[in-house]
T-cell receptor, first 112, second 116 residues
Framework: QKEVEQDPGPLSVPEGAIVSLNCTYS??????FMWYRQYSRKGPELLMY????GNKEDGRFTAQVDKSSKYISLFIRDSQPSDSATYLC????????????FGQGTRLTINP | GAVVSQHPSWVICKSGTSVKIECRSL??????MFWYRQFPKQSLMLMAT?????????EQGVEKDKFLINHASLTLSTLTVTSAHPEDSSFYIC????????????FGEGSWLTVV
């Protein structure tokens, strides 16, 4: 079993829809959770960062962490074609220079 | 956000030659940088952890003599692919930890390597 599971998709939705992206994990030691967006042939771009359980909102993006269920989500409201990319969840155990454990990434396409 | 720069963004080299990729943290000091490899439509695979002033820590299955990593300063780490072969063609990405509260990690733009 992988430490972090993420549905690779592809996921295709119409413009304006609410998108829900999810990851589950098995190691309860994970404390820091991140979502990255990666456009084709580019490096990952940090979108959201959360610590422990709870919600965090930034514009059209909301990140949720439920540590009791070992489940994290990223919601995108009013999705735009420019949101089409691969979204990677990542997590790490402790603060500091720790390597990230990534999900497989979900390929998302927003159709005009 | 913090900026991590990679150079070159793409490179083509002949089989058997070596190629060097640079990773720089532009507005912060990074005692630790990470090197990843990514094949098309796949997630990032951590190759090694680069520590300033000491030897890199390689992940299992990564040949340390083939993928030489040097972290000579707090803002620069280099990855050298030695005696490159076509199967080494891939997207190589570095990342760096800002060391600030929050453990945020930023990635470079990536470097496409094609070995012909």
């Amino acid at each position: 079993q992988k430490e972090v599971e993420q549905d690779p998709g592809p996921l295709s939705v119409p413009e304006g829809a609410i998108v829900s992206l999810n990851c589950t994990y098995s190691n309860s030691a994970f404390q820091y959770f991140m979502w990255y967006r990666q456009y084709s042939r580019k490096g990952p771009e940090l979108l959201m960062y959360t610590y422990s359980s709870g919600n965090k909102e930034d514009g059209r993006f909301t990140a949720q962490v439920d540590k009791s269920s070992k489940y994290i989500s990223l919601f995108i409201r009013d999705s735009q074609p420019s949101d089409s990319a691969t979204y990677l969840c990542a997590m790490t155990k402790i603060q500091g220079a720790q390597k990230l454990v990534f999900g497989q990434g979900t390929r998302l396409t927003i159709n005009p | 956000g913090a900026v991590v720069s990679q150079h070159p963004s793409w490179v083509i080299c002949k089989s058997g030659t070596s190629v060097k990729i640079e990773c720089r943290s532009l507005d912060f000091q990074a005692t630790t940088m990470f090197w990843y490899r990514q094949f098309p439509k796949q997630s990032l695979m951590l190759m090694a952890t680069s520590n300033e002033g000491s030897k890199a820590t390689y992940e299992q299955g990564v040949e340390k003599d083939k993928f030489l990593i040097n972290h000579a300063s707090l803002t620069l780490s280099t990855l050298t692919v030695t005696s490159a072969h076509p199967e080494d063609s891939s997207f190589y990405i570095c990342s760096a930890n800002t060391g600030q509260l929050g453990n945020t990690i930023y990635f470079g733009e990536g470097s496409w390597l094609t070995v012909v």
